[in-house]
T-cell receptor, first 115, second 113 residues
């Protein structure tokens, strides 16, 4: 069975400091991995994805994520956090054999960036 | 280029009633997926439509049904509403390729009283 775990319900960071939001996954075969961000009372906004190739993926708004196959992790990172980055972040996985199919989401991590 | 749109934005229904939610996909997309997001949870996959057929289904009862129209828009129907159906219902559109990300609409907030 496919699953995603986001071990931290909340991450607190000071503005200007680096941030990391953790994600681990379980899937049969090769994973396709995604990060989404959700602002209050809004839908999910796509940030970045890992399909194959370079383990460091760059996405929107200065975010990046590192794929680690041996640790089955896909942590989201940003070198310098902004107050406007405060939101709910979701990691999702799809098995590569599941062409275009459903995404399995983690429970989300609330990121709070303080001035 | 319009993104994914959903209607209505909010809806209040009574237990036992039926509800229909609507979704228009992003231009150029042919696949629509529906998710239920309960408060404090991640989205849970309900089903996916492609070429007007249900392609995949998550672990939801038959009270949840859907439809896709020739213009790729979609409806989600829920019968015999329960209090536990209260949630944000998200529609996502994409192309049917393995690597494609899904683009989400703003959601419909359903409250069942």
């Amino acid at each position: 069975a496919q699953s995603v775990a986001q071990p931290e319900d909340q991450v607190n960071v000071a503005e200007g400091n680096p941030l990391t939001v953790k994600c681990t996954y379980s899937v049969s075969g090769n994973p396709y991995l995604f990060w989404y961000v959700q602002y209050p009372n809004r839908g999910l906004q796509f940030l970045l994805k890992y399909i194959t190739g370079d383990n460091l993926v760059k996405g929107s708004y200065g975010f990046e994520a590192e794929f680690n196959k041996s640790q089955t992790s896909f942590h989201l990172k940003k070198p310098s956090a902004l107050v406007s980055d405060s939101a709910l972040y979701f990691c999702a996985v799809r098995a590569s054999y599941n062409q275009g199919g459903k995404l399995i989401f983690g429970q989300g991590t609330e990121l709070s960036v303080k001035p | 280029d319009a993104g994914v749109t959903q209607s209505p934005t909010h809806l209040i229904k009574t237990r036992g009633q039926q509800v229909t939610l609507r979704c228009s996909p992003k231009s150029g997309h042919d696949t629509v997926s529906w998710y239920q997001q309960a408060l404090g949870q991640g989205p849970q996959f309900i089903f996916q439509y492609y070429e007007e057929e249900e392609r995949q289904r998550g672990n939801f009862p038959d009270r949840f049904s859907g439809h896709q129209f020739p213009n790729y828009s979609s409806e989600l129907n829920v019968n015999a509403l329960l209090l536990g159906d209260s949630a944000l219902y998200l529609c996502a559109s994409s192309l049917l390729t393995g690597t494609a990300e899904q683009y989400f609409g703003p959601g419909t907030r359903l409250t069942v009283t």
